[in-house]
């Protein structure tokens, strides 16, 4: 079966590859066939069946960059729940300092879980924004108080490596498990 060259009957070419080949070879310059594999790998990636160009865009990583989070939580005076609203979001491309890993809470507070495609979860913890515990000077001896607040504002930094990424704030009291306050795409 001759390709594009009619100056060969079929018989010539017949099944012989190698001739195919080699006589392609010869015809063809350097230059188209330098051109030809350059451009082979990028032709072939994206001519696979089920994959598109923006599957595999969103799957690529990005700058690192710091989040910052101006967050309010309050609580309801009827049913006792707290609640948790973003007030302010900031994205700067950037990179944190490495964080001395976070110790065991005891008592209140709140976990934030970073989920990013394709990487562990990532889970810290702060004090309960609620929850306040000052210490001050009651005829010379010094007294410790917990105050409980109904709205206090609260600030969480964050560092991403991916395009996309979920933030989870969980509430931990010391005597229930937690409870999800909120779920933020970003």
């Known amino acids: ?34 051109l030809i594999f350059l451009l ?31 967050m309010r939580m309050t609580r309801d005076s009827h049913s006792g729940s707290n609640s948790v609203e973003l007030v302010k979001k900031t994205i700067k491309d950037g990179s944190m300092k490495k964080q001395k890993s976070s110790e065991v ?11 990013e495609e394709g990487m562990p979860p990532h889970t810290f913890s702060i004090d309960h924004p609620l929850v306040k ?6 005829n010379k001896e010094l007294v410790a108080r917990e105050i409980r607040l109904d709205k206090s504002e609260f600030f969480i930094r964050l560092q991403l490596y991916k395009a996309a990424a979920t933030v989870n704030i969980y509430e931990n009291t010391g005597n229930s498990a937690r409870k999800k306050l909120l779920s933020l795409p970003l």
Request: glycine share 4%.
């Open 105 to 115: 809470q005891f008592g209140e507070y709140l976990s934030i879980e970073v989920l």
């Open 1 to 34: 079966m001759p390709l594009f060259f009619d100056k060969h009957s079929p018989e010539y070419w017949g099944n012989d590859v190698w001739r195919k080949v080699i006589y392609l070879l010869k015809i063809i310059p350097l230059q188209i066939m330098m």
């Open 133 to 138: 515990h000052v210490e001050y000077e009651q």
């Open 40 to 70: 082979l790998p990028f032709v072939s990636c994206s001519s696979l069946p089920g994959v598109s160009a923006g599957a595999i865009s969103q799957v690529q990583e990005v700058k690192p960059r710091i989040v910052f989070l101006m």
